[in-house]
């Protein structure tokens, strides 16, 4: 059984024709997570007896001919900011150490039912804050292409795993650009969801106007398959809507006549040249496909990093309250005063970046400074809004690169803030447009891949998933494999 090789589809036939058994399968991917995770650190739990277990049962219903789900057998890991009942969720802080989710998050529920296994939980940066999973309280998870280098982030962890094959999908949670960037870092898929189309319910929330979860995994058709069986209305998240979806066959197909805007503003001063030449050469393939390619202009780009910052910092400032000792994780320690315990508990537990941010997002949201910073990004975030919706008259998908560079080296970045958040100046500006995207391999600089990345109409994950399809399929990229597998 060759793990690199392995899809949804695949597995799905595989175990229906009893080529192998879904034991079997898993037994294949928890011996490559011990001998790989070991020196990448993707992994902070391996589920290795629920795993076994979960395979036993599906084995059982195959064998009873039972109806199979579309994801039957996909082995699947969590980004550990996504709640499993009973399973150590941390993510990624101290605050969060001992504690255990207490239900299945939604989508772990609705993958399930399609017949998923869940393998394990992923490596992040603490709340899903960063972009190199250095910000995790658990150790950095290096990039399978160069250990010495970061493997993006926030959701590093399910990046590298894919990687390496040590799952097949993985779920991820993008805020700013948290799936998109590692994935591209990592030369895997990586799809954010529309904002509202996916349900957020169990999902540890780091900014809850942006947050969504999706897909990481080798190939488009993987993403769509994953994204199918979590996406829809939950009514255990009131922003979720019931919008019409589409059926796998309808993103197979070519493009010929598929209009491309190129936005102008996302090929800026400063960043890799290598990597604009390798996106470029990716314009040239999808012209070549029959996609019309047109250079368009979206002059509020430069403001999306601005806004996305005031906002996550901001309603991060909210949301991390509720980490008070008393209700989630570490409890309150011994102290004479209940000031100096709390400042104890989360000076001591919460790590700099998540301190930096309470304290940035306690200042916006501030009486006298609300309406200068909060207020503020909030109306310029409607600008941005509607420069997306008015770019789709003209064009039915956007091109550009995911990042500025290729991973960068572990520390590189780390004690400087601003670089750090630079790293996500062409992936938030989808975020606040509510928009849906998706990072696709496209090259290699300097032997590290380099992500293509599309964005489409708020609910036209169709186009996205058919226009990245067929790049994928006119390239070889996503066949390479990182040399640590
Ligand atoms: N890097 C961005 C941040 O640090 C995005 C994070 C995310 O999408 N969760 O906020």
Same mark, same amino acid.
């Given at each position: 059984?060759?793990?690199?090789?392995?899809?949804?589809?695949?597995?799905?036939?595989?175990?229906?024709?009893?080529?192998?058994?879904?034991?079997?399968?898993?037994?294949?991917?928890?011996?490559?997570?011990?001998?790989?995770?070991?020196?990448?650190?993707?992994?902070?739990?391996?589920?290795?007896?629920?795993?076994?277990?979960?395979? *036993?049962?599906?084995?059982?219903?195959?064998?009873?001919?039972?109806?199979?789900?579309?994801?039957?057998?996909?082995?699947?890991?969590?980004?550990?900011?996504?709640?499993?009942?009973?399973?150590?969720?941390?993510?990624?802080?101290?605050?969060?150490?001992?504690?255990?989710?207490?239900?299945?998050?939604?989508?772990?529920?609705?993958?399930?039912?399609?017949?998923?296994?869940?393998?394990?939980?992923?490596?992040?940066?603490?709340?899903?804050?960063?972009?190199?999973?250095?910000?995790?309280?658990?150790?950095?998870?290096?990039?399978?292409?160069?250990?010495?280098?970061?493997?993006?982030?926030?959701?590093?962890?399910?990046?590298?795993?894919?990687?390496?094959?040590?799952?097949?999908?993985?779920?991820?949670?993008?805020?700013?650009?948290?799936?998109?960037?590692?994935?591209?870092?990592?030369?895997?898929?990586?799809?954010?969801?529309?904002?509202? *189309?996916?349900?957020?319910?169990?999902?540890?929330?780091?900014?809850?106007?942006?947050?969504?979860?999706?897909?990481?995994?080798?190939?488009?058709?993987?993403?769509?398959?994953?994204?199918?069986?979590?996406?829809?209305?939950?009514?255990?998240?009131?922003?979720?809507?019931?919008?019409?979806?589409?059926?796998?066959?309808?993103?197979?197909?070519?493009?010929?006549?598929?209009?491309?805007?190129?936005?102008?503003?996302?090929?800026?001063?400063?960043?890799?040249?290598?990597?604009?030449?390798?996106?470029?050469?990716?314009?040239?393939?999808?012209?070549?496909?029959?996609?019309?390619?047109?250079?368009?202009?979206?002059?509020?780009?430069?403001?999306?990093?601005?806004?996305?910052?005031?906002?996550?910092?901001?309603?991060?400032?909210?949301?991390?309250? *509720?980490?008070?000792?008393?209700?989630?994780?570490?409890?309150?320690?011994?102290?004479?005063?209940?000031?100096?315990?709390?400042?104890?508990?989360?000076?001591?537990?919460?790590?700099?970046?998540?301190?930096?941010?309470?304290?940035?997002?306690?200042?916006?949201?501030?009486?006298?400074?609300?309406?200068?910073?909060?207020?503020?990004?909030?109306?310029?975030?409607?600008?941005?809004?509607?420069?997306?919706?008015?770019?789709?008259?003209?064009?039915?998908?956007?091109?550009?690169?995911?990042?500025?560079?290729?991973?960068?080296?572990?520390?590189?970045?780390?004690?400087?803030?601003?670089?750090?958040?630079?790293?996500?100046?062409?992936?938030?500006?989808?975020?606040?447009?509510?928009?849906?995207?998706?990072?696709?391999?496209?090259?290699?600089?300097?032997?590290?891949?380099?992500?293509?990345?599309?964005?489409?109409?708020?609910?036209?994950?169709?186009?996205?998933?058919?226009?990245?399809?067929?790049?994928?399929?006119?390239?070889?990229?996503?066949?390479?494999?990182?040399?640590?597998?």
């Amino acid at each position: 059984m060759r793990l690199e090789n392995l899809h949804v589809d695949d597995i799905r036939s595989s175990l229906i024709a009893k080529q192998y058994s879904a034991v079997e399968l898993v037994t294949a991917y928890l011996k490559r997570v011990h001998d790989v995770n070991g020196s990448l650190n993707a992994f902070l739990t391996v589920m290795a007896d629920e795993a076994l277990e979960q395979a *036993r049962a599906l084995d059982s219903r195959i064998s009873s001919g039972e109806n199979a789900g579309p994801l039957l057998g996909t082995v699947i890991a969590v980004k550990d900011n996504i709640l499993m009942k009973g399973v150590r969720t941390t993510a990624g802080s101290k605050i969060l150490d001992t504690y255990k989710g207490a239900y299945d998050a939604t989508v772990v529920d609705r993958l399930r039912s399609a017949g998923a296994l869940f393998i394990g939980k992923t490596n992040l940066d603490e709340f899903g804050m960063g972009a190199s999973t250095e910000n995790s309280a658990y150790g950095a998870t290096k990039n399978p292409w160069d250990p010495s280098r970061v493997a993006g982030g926030s959701s590093g962890g399910s990046a590298a795993a894919i990687a390496t094959a040590m799952s097949c999908a993985a779920l991820g949670t993008d805020t700013g650009g948290s799936i998109r960037q590692p994935a591209s870092l990592c030369g895997v898929v990586g799809m954010r969801p529309t904002y509202g *189309r996916v349900s957020r319910n169990g999902m540890i929330a780091l900014s809850s106007s942006l947050d969504q979860i999706g897909p990481v995994t080798k190939t488009v058709g993987d993403a769509a398959a994953v994204f199918l069986a979590m996406a829809g209305r939950d009514s255990l998240d009131v922003t979720t809507v019931e919008k019409q979806l589409f059926i796998p066959q309808e993103i197979l197909g070519d493009i010929t006549g598929m209009r491309i805007g190129v936005p102008k503003e996302y090929f800026i001063e400063g960043m890799d040249p290598e990597v604009e030449k390798t996106v470029r050469k990716a314009l040239k393939q999808l012209e070549k496909l029959g996609a019309k390619i047109q250079e368009v202009h979206m002059p509020l780009t430069p403001y999306s990093l601005a806004v996305y910052y005031i906002t996550v910092v901001s309603e991060a400032s909210s949301n991390l309250a *509720r980490y008070d000792g008393v209700r989630y994780g570490s409890k309150l320690p011994r102290s004479s005063t209940f000031r100096e315990a709390y400042r104890r508990l989360r000076g001591d537990e919460l790590g700099e970046e998540v301190k930096r941010r309470i304290i940035l997002g306690t200042f916006s949201l501030s009486q006298g400074y609300f309406d200068r910073y909060y207020l503020q990004a909030q109306k310029v975030r409607a600008r941005i809004k509607h420069e997306f919706t008015k770019v789709f008259d003209t064009v039915d998908c956007l091109v550009a690169p995911t990042s500025p560079t290729v991973a960068f080296a572990l520390g590189e970045k780390f004690s400087d803030p601003l670089t750090m958040y630079l790293s996500d100046i062409f992936t938030t500006p989808a975020s606040i447009a509510d928009a849906p995207g998706i990072s696709v391999p496209c090259g290699f600089v300097r032997g590290l891949p380099v992500g293509l990345q599309f964005m489409t109409a708020p609910f036209d994950e169709k186009t996205l998933f058919k226009v990245a399809h067929a790049y994928e399929q006119a390239t070889d990229w996503h066949t390479r494999m990182a040399p640590l597998a």
